[in-house]
């Protein structure tokens, strides 16, 4: 099946830093991606819609100015938390859709983000 | 807008045993449906689908769903557990209204299978 990548796969930051988690297709072209969060014992929360070319569409509440989507290619997107505070923590998931099935998105593992 | 609920939040079963997770979404229309399952820690895999045809929708390692369109449901079965089912499910539903047809999901169930 498709496979997802997310690296990295957990990272510790200071507040006020930045961090990119970068999310790629491995072995199909990924004309859609989609950024989620998780929270502990909740369910995955959209953020944003990405598609290959354009701007992010995010969802209701989410800051674009703080988590900024960048989809450069079709088999990469990154997502970057600005300034990052101590609720940014959390667990942040991609997934990927393309061309062929694009009715199905795979998921990448996760990166548990960590702002002390 | 649409919404997915879980009504099951912690099951716990025993091997052989059988097991139905509820899940209803909000409004009708054209519907996709979705059942994930992520086992412990590992990224979430998609177990069975529904996009039109038969309301019984089989899936991997035995599990099944049914469409009920009256009734908003789309339930997940599996008629004997076992301990590798150990993960937690969750139930979603595509939206097609607006710009981008995302997903919706549900708060999840997790499930503990004992030996």
């Known amino acids: 099946g498709a496979v997802v990548s997310q690296h990295p796969s957990r990272v510790i930051c200071k507040s006020g830093t930045s961090v990119k988690i970068e999310c790629r297709s491995l072995?199909?072209?990924?004309?859609?991606m989609f950024w989620y969060r998780q929270f502990p014992k909740q369910s995955l929360m959209l953020m944003a819609t990405?598609?290959?070319?354009?701007?992010?569409?995010?969802e209701q509440g989410v800051e674009k100015d703080k988590f900024l989507i960048n989809h450069a290619s079709l088999t990469l997107s990154t997502l970057t938390v600005t300034s990052a505070h101590p609720e940014d923590s959390s667990f942040y998931i991609c997934?990927?859709?393309?061309?062929?099935?694009?009715?199905?998105?795979?998921f990448g593992p996760g990166t548990r983000l960590t702002v002390l | 807008a649409q919404s997915v609920s879980q009504h099951n939040h912690h099951v716990i079963l025993s091997e052989a045993a059988s097991l139905e997770l509820g899940c209803n979404y909000s409004?009708?229309?054209?519907?996709?449906l979705f059942w994930y399952v992520q086992y412990p820690g590992q990224h979430l895999q998609l177990l069975l689908k529904?996009?039109?045809?038969?309301?019984l929708v089989k899936g991997i390692k035995g599990f099944e769903a049914e469409f009920i369109k009256s009734k908003f449901s789309f339930n997940l079965r599996k008629p004997s557990v076992q301990w590798s089912d150990t993960a937690e499910y969750f139930c979603?539903?595509?939206?097609?209204?607006?710009?981008?047809?995302?997903?919706?999901f549900g708060t999840g169930t997790l499930l503990a299978v004992q030996p």
């Open positions: 990405s598609n290959e070319g354009s701007k992010a569409t995010y």
């Open positions: 072995d199909f072209q990924a004309t859609t």
């Open positions: 997934s990927a859709s393309g061309l062929a099935g694009a009715d199905e998105q795979f």
């Open positions: 529904y996009f039109s045809g038969d309301p």
């Open positions: 979603a539903v595509k939206d097609y209204g607006g710009a981008t047809n995302k997903l919706i």
């Open positions: 409004y009708g229309g054209t519907v996709n």
